[in-house]
């Protein structure tokens, strides 16, 4: 695979800070209102675990995923 860099990594930073605020709830967002939320997800992996943070970004994210379910009212043909 080839690593293609749009712009320096610095540049980054200030983005990815946002990103992380409440524990990663902005791509959650974003993810529920996009079509391409696959290719946003796995472009914020890549950048995740370049920086050995892909595991925590992952975990907040099903963990955002997981509270949303548990919201829902009860549904015995969905329950697993």
Known sequence: MQEVVILPEA???DFMAVIA???YLLPVYLGKGS???EDAA???VKYFQHYGEATHFLSAI???EVETTRKLPYQPSIAF
């Open 11 to 13: 540049r980054y930073a």
């Open 21 to 23: 605020v409440d524990n």
């Open 35 to 37: 079509n391409d939320r």
């Open 42 to 44: 796995w472009a914020l």
């Open 62 to 64: 099903i963990e955002h």
